[in-house]
């Protein structure tokens, strides 16, 4: 799960992006210099992704959620990383609070 869930984050990224497990099931990607907008743009395409490998026949089903933030100067990556995880945290209680279909 660890290996399909890494594969399917770095395809929307760049070589020079860092993706990297920070804990059990946990991920940080760091897009050093890149564009809010584009940022933005980049989740959104991962979040297809994400959609589309859940369609697929015969793989094992993962299920991402997902926050963003931007630190911009020295100092504020700990803070965003933070703003991140608050973020992912309510993404992932909003899709509990979902009723099933």
Known sequence: MIAATAELLKAP???QDIIARIG????????PG???S???LKLERLRRRIA?????????????????????????LHEALNLADQQMYAEKQAKKDQPNS
């Open 52 to 76: 589309l490998h859940a369609e697929l026949p015969d793989v094992p089903p993962v299920s991402l959620s997902l926050g963003m933030a931007f630190a911009n100067g020295p100092g504020q």
């Open 13 to 15: 990224f760049r070589a």
């Open 34 to 36: 890149m564009d809010e």
């Open 24 to 31: 059990g099931d946990e991920f940080a990607l760091l897009l």
């Open 38 to 40: 584009v940022a933005n």
